[in-house]
């Protein structure tokens, strides 16, 4: 079940926790200058391993724009990966809240939004995803800088964790 029909640990003050991880493919140029046949051989790429373990693929070329959107507002995708040009696709395994969005800024947008406050629970299940990718796929990985990603922020572990407040229960409550 999605993570917003679900109540959370602390959800009076806490909406929500989202643990990602970015991940690139050796062999491929970052999606900014990807051709349309690397973005599909990627997709192809993550669809046979994630396929087979319980994840729904979404092709956003076959979706309408609305779909697109909807996808967006439950925060499966960003605003900007829902009107993308180049080919790209979503692979959802809801029973774990996991979303991994393919061809984004970089090659693999793994995430993990659950309810509330969540950050072992999140970090557990986007771990357990990104070791299923791994071994199966080769990533673009440097023995000094760590895992490589478009954005030098997301250099080295390529791992985000937020976690999502509701401001006015915490000054309500004190």
Known sequence: ????????????????T???LSRNLTG???????EAAGAKEIIGKVEGVLGKNGFLPTDFSEITRGAADSLA???????????????????????CN??????EEDHIRL?????????????????????LLDASLPFA??????????????????LRASVMLFLPALTEAG
Request: include cysteine.
């Open 98 to 103: 996991l979303s991994v969005a393919v061809c």
């Open 28 to 34: 491929y140029p970052f999606p900014a200058h990807l």
């Open 18 to 20: 989202c643990v990602r």
């Open 1 to 16: 079940m999605s993570w917003y029909h679900v109540a959370g640990h602390q959800q009076d003050s806490v909406v929500c």
């Open 73 to 95: 507002e439950k925060r499966f995708v960003g605003p900007r990966f829902a009107r993308e040009s180049l080919p790209h696709a979503l692979f959802l395994n809801d029973p």
């Open 141 to 158: 990985f440097d023995e000094k800088f760590g895992y490589l990603t478009h954005c030098p922020t997301n250099l080295g572990t390529g």
């Open 111 to 131: 995430q993990c939004i659950l309810p509330g406050l969540a950050l072992r629970d999140a970090y557990r299940f986007a771990i357990e995803c990104d070791d």
